[in-house]
């Protein structure tokens, strides 16, 4: 991705200051959006499930640690955290090594204070969502997926905050009495409804 | 709404090659902000309040009506449901043909992956707001509000995303023991405080 | 911060009219991005916590200020809440002047409908931030921080939103085996983990 830095546009200003007015009132413009915006996309493994939140506090780790492997006997996860201050480092743990660096690659690549990443395989996001939004340090998630996933970051001159994320793709239309059926019936195929 | 696509950066870009350095600078800063923003201004019917929230997984459309139906027996309320994988559909269900109608032409024009829309009745937002945040396929609620509201959609070359939301206007001072004194005496008279 | 109005716009794109064609296309571009987005950097004041965010209908402030003074004798706070209809004015309450104060600021200068903040003292977000997710007029929540914190408002024709923070800085790189005895002993230290 291309990026342009302020001080490129520092620089810009100067040399346009001998162009005539209309010009400077863009080179003002983009000098007000100091907020550059980010694209992050994250790959997700075949079967796995991506959730992307925000908490505060290094004891998030061991907190979603123990919420996640008290789920269920079966779940394989990794998790990673972005310490904000202090060290600065990137917080791991999890019980699959694959999930945990597919975590903590998520992590450099967001970079954003205190925003958390959970890789989830032999278990989905319904069967953690709840317990993940009841740790006391979790401010909010921002998805829970298998769908291509972009996460949008707003970069300043402090640091990086993730603004929204793009989960998949937009609809197509309208569901149809067929698909009303074939849904209902999809939900009782898996058993997820009576 | 003006738009400008990615192709049309593309061709200005060859277009301005022979233009001089300082423009170039721009227009490389304006590729960099390929996610554009969109404003989604809702429609609240009179006596109706919107919900607007982001879950994963297509039982969505039933968890959600299941917790709305059950949560008095007075409301009345339409859903809508962005599909992000699959059939992309959008996704519905209620009990009040308008409220649904409401609900879909919503989703149809936030358009973003995973993102449901509730219009309600005969009910309020601090009726439902608990339980619809609890639904364990539930990510986050954006708004919760009868309020004029404008839904703020990042779009990028996969799909689109909320970012946020404009909920009614910006305050225009602070509240004096006068108005304290009104606040408190009305939240009485609703039978909301004692 | 500089800014540059719509009308501003509107005034350039006639100047522009005869200007050549590939500058038009610029200006269009810009009037699509008729969102402005404002950094708002919180002051955080020593031994103190800031929580930002977002809930519907005035009764937040008594039920936030509710929920806090009993969850800890010791807690000291602030709540700061703007009213997005009506009076349209930015409520208050707390068991601490400078707290009230404090958050009254940051409500002023986020000024964006339905925005909350609260400031806490004798007290941390993992006290408290459970109980505020269960507020039941709560939307969400955007940060729980006692780290440098800004918060990124959107500015549209009818008012302001918030789409996210930086809350402290970006990861410098991922904990080694030794940071990790030391996260690992800290929280034993403080008495949070046995």
Redesign the interface.
Known sequence: ????TDE??GV?LK??EV?LD?FL??F??????????D?V?LEIPENTNVIVG?S????T??DLYETLVSSSPSIKFGIGF????G??????DGNDEKLITSA?DA??RI????VFVIYISNS???NV??RI??V??????????A??L?V?V?E?D??????????????????TEE?VKE?YS??RKFG??K
């Open positions: 991705m291309l990026t342009c490129d546009l810009q040399h346009d162009v209309g009132i863009f003002l413009l983009i000098l007000t959006m100091s907020v550059k915006i694209v996309r925000q505060h506090f290094i004891k780790v061991e972005c310490e904000a201050s060290k600065r480092l990137i917080r791991k903590v992590c450099k970079a954003a204070g205190h989905f996001p319904i969502l709840n939004k009841s006391e340090e979790v401010v909010r998630v921002f998805a829970a997926t769908n291509p972009q949008l707003a300043t402090q640091g990086r905050g993730v603004i929204g994320v793009v989960d998949g793709m937009t609809p197509l239309g309208v569901e698909d849904r999809i939900l997820y409804k």
